[in-house]
Structure formats: C-alpha cells, structure tokens
C-alpha cells in the first residue's frame, strides 16, 4: 500500500514536471501561479455580463479585456452609448482604483457626472472624444495630462474638469455627431481632445463592408439595429454567447477549485481556453461576413467603394469630419486639438520585446492587414488638416524610444504607462496651442459661381484659417495642374463684387502661384493650399484660377471669395 502511494506521487510529480516543461513550450513563458491567476480574471471580466467585483487580481496590462464585452444602446443620434443599468457595477469596479468608481451615466457615457456642463473662470473643461484608447486615456490618462496641463501659466490655478464622450468602437462622424448634440443641449468646453484613426481606417472593412452595411455607419451596425439580424446571425450570435460562457465557467471553475495549484491542470485549462477562443473568433468573423438581408434599417445606402479604394475614402471622411469638428469648436470659442493614435502595426513605430510580441503582436490579424494599409492614408491626410488650419499631430512615432511592452491585446490598446505617456504628448501639444494666441477673426463670403474647365471640375475656393494670416484652401482642381490665386482689394466706396471673368483681369492684383496635390486613385481630387500676406485694406476679393491646356480659355476658375479682414 505504502509502495503503491509512493509510486502515485512519483508519477504525479514527474507529470507535473514534464507539464511545467510543455507549459515553457506550448505557451511560451514559464508557468507562474500569479500569471494564471491574473489571466483567469481577465477572461472572467472579458466573458461575463454581470459585474465583476472579483477583478481586484488583475493587473492594469490585463484590464482592457473587460472593455470587449459591454452592453450597448441604440442612440437615435450617435449609434449607440453603453447601457446604464447592465454596465454600471462593471465599471464602477474597472476605474475603481484612480476615480473611486466611474459609472455609465444617464447619457451612456463612462464618468463620474453627465455631460452637459457649462464654463467659468475657476475651471477648465476638457471633452476627450474618440473610441477605446480615448475611453482608456479619460481612465487612466488624465492624472498625468493634468498635471502637463497645469505646466501652462493660464492653468497653473484651474482645476482641470474632464468630461469623457469617448466609448469603444467610435468612429467619425460618431465624434463630431456627439458634440452637436452636447453643444445643442447648452455644453460648453474649453479643450476638445479627438485621438483617432484606427476605428476610423479598421472597423469599416472589417465589419460593416463584408455585411454590406455602410462603411460610415456606427461599427457592426447590423448588429445594433433591433430587429434586423437574419436567422444565420441569430445562430451565429448564440454560439458566440454559448462558447464564450463556455470560458467564463471553465476560468471560473478552475479558480475556484484546489486543482488550480497543479501544473497540469493549468496547462490543459490554457490550451482549452486557447481553442475555445479561437472558435469565438471564427464565429465572430462568421458573423461579419454574414448576409444582413436587403433592410435599409441594417444597410443604409450600402458599401459604394471598392476595395482597392476603400481606405482612400475612409482617410478622407476621417480628415472632413475633423475639418467639421475644428470648425464647430471654432464658431463656439472651443480650443480643438487632433491626434492620430499610435498603434503596434505602423512599421517602425516601435521597438517590440518578446514579452509584448507574445501578447499584443499577431502578424495574421485582420488588424495589422487594415492598419498597414491605411495608415499612410491617413497620415496623408493629417498633413492636408495641418495646412487647412487643424491643429492635428501625429503620435505614431511616441512609443520609438520605449523598448519597455505598452500595447496589451494585438488590436490597439495600451497599458497605463503607455496612456501616461500618450498623455505627455497631448499635454505638450496643448501648452504649444494656448501659447499660440489665436488673431482676429476674418468672414468670407462667397459671391460669383467658378467656371468649369475641361477635365469637367469646379475649383472651390474657401478660406480655412485666420488666426495666423490668411490660408485658402482650393479644392477639386485636377491632381498636378498649377494656378494662381488672384487677389484684389476693394476700391473705396466699391459695393459690386468683380465678376467671375474680370477678376483675373484687374491691374492691381496679387498673383500667388500654387500646384495641385491629389490622392491616389480618385479623380479629381486635386487641392492646394496657399497662404497670403497680410493686407492693410478692409476688404478683399479673391478668386483660384487653374490652368487647364485643354479648355477653350486655358483656364478653370473658382467662385469668389469677399473677404471682410476687420475683427469681429
């Protein structure tokens, strides 16, 4: 008997040890009781639709998870916000540690107090607008950004007031929509904050095109709009539900039982958790690729670009919806700032160990696919914001001195040093912007229609910044075509505007030269930018004129512009 019971613990002993040996193999990184214990509570949090108020075990790198499974609302005007009652102890424990427990509040948004604030003296009121990162920056960046911040003269004695319009899976126009709506309700805000980009140029393909759901309708929105899911999504949906409960008790049973201590154990709960993991994803990506049926309520217009120009059209409504958002904060005395967030994928962006590989870098992820392929959009784009007068920075190059792991999953996210760091930035940033006092503000008044050229466009001329002099944009002139920018001030007591055709003619004319730039694969998207000396006149008319070779006058012509040069 005493043989027996030693010969059951030898070979309970050597399989533990060869199970330590295959953990090192299989999983990558030796087996730590705490490691395991840390990535149950995480799959618990990510898996269950309760609150969780077992989650004090996980680490901040870990937290992110939970983000993955709230409940959402269907918003008449934003898409969608998270729902009160089924998200409010999740959160409450998820931001426990910096804010004493951040809430959903009744306008559906993650903070400690609904949104519709109004401004005084004492404080400063910052909106942070945007998706996830942006969620996780209002958590767990704005200790830091405060205390950048309050480095500025003006701030030193305001108390820094955040209010956080940023939810998981928010994309343009979901930003710029959200505030019209505060701005409509009476809101008033000192500092708008908008990190963007990756939903912007990864959900839509990922999501709504293979659905054949507008590209520019809220993430997934088929699966937000009530009644539409098909019977193949309904199925769909359930397996996902039943496999991800699946994980959730699994995790679940092995924490709580006295097999957790044994390698063995953990190691099969590892690998069987890893597969059904898998199987969730090959439900969920199912599901995308699902047929939604012909209902305009889940469709809308549809997908109208094809692939090979999709992330072109994307850039470009990211880039005119932040040209929205500036002009809005602009005409409500609002400081707007944009940022494009970093992300893993953008190539050289960061030096990447073998711990942060292992969790946040999967070279086969749809991900990596989109943001390869659409970041160089949109950083084309951000350099057509900067020259219309968007305060717009790049922050993919942040992490490129930062050898130490920042990025947690293999989408986006970052743990807490990185929103530290992200908040570093963003706060140098803005000290730069209220360093910049802003100069008196021109109107511009578009008078004569332009004149079609050849190749079929209307150069648009518009005036997009007056707070260091003048800058006009002029806007779908043929990619690669010169012209210039004709300038005429207004005679005393002159009350009739120059026509379209005599512009160009006036004596007295400033003469600006400019080339049109263009982006890849659309027609006629041609623009240029150009900035003009200051004027001691009151008034001025101005007019793009394009050279266009193949039209009867050489020439395509751009409305008028009057612009009136005193403050308002």
């Known amino acids: 008997m005493l043989f027996a019971a030693i010969l059951f613990v030898a070979c309970v002993g050597f399989l533990e040890a060869v199970s330590f040996l295959l953990y090192r193999a299989v999983v990558g990184e030796w087996f730590s009781y705490g490691a395991a214990a840390e990535l149950q509570a995480s799959v618990i949090a990510a898996t269950s639709d309760d609150d969780v108020r077992d989650d004090a075990a996980m680490t901040d790198d870990q937290r992110a998870a939970a983000m993955n499974a709230m409940c959402r609302t269907a918003h008449p005007y ?4 998270y729902t009160p009652d089924m998200n409010q102890g999740r959160f409450a424990n998820y931001y426990a ?21 109004r401004k005084n003296p004492g404080r400063f009121i910052v909106a942070v607008v945007g998706g996830s990162v942006d969620l996780g920056f209002g958590a767990h960046g704005t200790t830091a950004f405060s205390a950048e911040l309050q480095k500025h003269p003006s701030l030193r004695d305001r108390k820094i007031e955040y209010v956080r319009l940023a939810l998981g899976g928010y994309k343009q126009p979901q930003q710029l929509l959200t505030l019209a709506y505060l701005l409509s309700l009476g809101a008033q805000f000192d500092l708008v904050v908008n990190i963007d980009g990756f939903n912007e140029i990864a959900l839509a393909p990922l999501e709504n095109v293979p659905a054949g759901v507008f590209p520019y309708f809220p993430r997934a929105w088929h699966f937000i709009a009530g009644n539409a899911l098909t019977r193949r999504q309904q199925i769909l949906v359930g397996r996902s539900a039943a496999k991800t409960e699946d994980r959730r008790t699994l995790a679940s049973g092995i924490r709580a039982s006295g097999l957790r201590w044994s390698v063995t154990v953990q190691l099969a709960w590892r690998l069987r958790d890893r597969a059904l993991a ?23 217009p549809g997908v109208e670009h094809d692939a090979a120009n999709l992330h072109i059209h994307l850039a470009a409504h990211w880039r005119r919806s932040s040209v929205q958002l500036h002009r809005l904060c602009q005409e409500n005395g609002i400081r707007y700032l944009h940022f494009l967030q970093p992300n893993q994928y953008v190539a050289t962006s960061k030096p990447i160990g073998e711990v942060e590989r292992r969790q946040a870098v999967d070279a086969e992820s749809p991900y990596a696919v989109q943001v390869q392929a659409g970041y160089p959009r949109l950083l084309a784009e951000g350099r057509r914001l900067r020259a219309t007068g968007v305060d717009f920075h790049d922050l993919t190059g942040i992490f490129r001195d ?19 760091l992200l908040a570093q930035a963003i706060g140098a940033a803005v000290r730069a912007s209220l360093d910049q006092e802003p100069g008196p503000m021109r109107r511009a008044t578009s008078l004569a229609q332009g004149r079609v050229g050849s190749h079929g466009y209307t150069p648009a001329l518009e005036l997009v910044r007056s707070s260091d002099g003048l800058r006009f944009l002029i806007r779908d002139c043929r990619a690669g075509s010169s012209g210039s ?14 026509s379209v055709t005599s512009l160009q003619a006036e004596n007295a004319a400033m ?18 930018s150009v900035a003009v000396p200051q004027s001691a006149a009151s008034t001025i008319y101005v007019q793009g004129i394009v050279n266009d070779d193949a039209a009867d006058s050489g020439l395509a012509l751009s409305n008028v512009l009057r612009v009136d040069l005193r403050p308002r």
């Open 278 to 300: 898998a199987e969730v994803n090959e439900i969920e990506r199912a599901l995308r690729e699902a047929d939604v049926g012909d209902s305009f309520v889940a469709t809308g």
């Open 78 to 81: 934003l898409g969608y916000v």
């Open 511 to 528: 003469s600006l030269p400019f080339t049109c730039e263009g982006v890849e694969g659309i027609a006629g998207s041609g623009w240029a």
């Open 402 to 420: 930062h050898e130490e792991a920042l990025y947690v999953d293999t989408c986006c996210h970052f743990n807490t040093r990185g929103q530290e």
């Open 97 to 117: 540690k910096e804010h004493g427990g951040l809430g959903v509040t009744p306008f559906g948004f993650v903070d400690s107090d609904i949104p519709v604030r």
């Open 485 to 498: 920018l004709r300038i005429v001030a207004a005679a005393p007591g002159r009350d009739a505007a120059p």
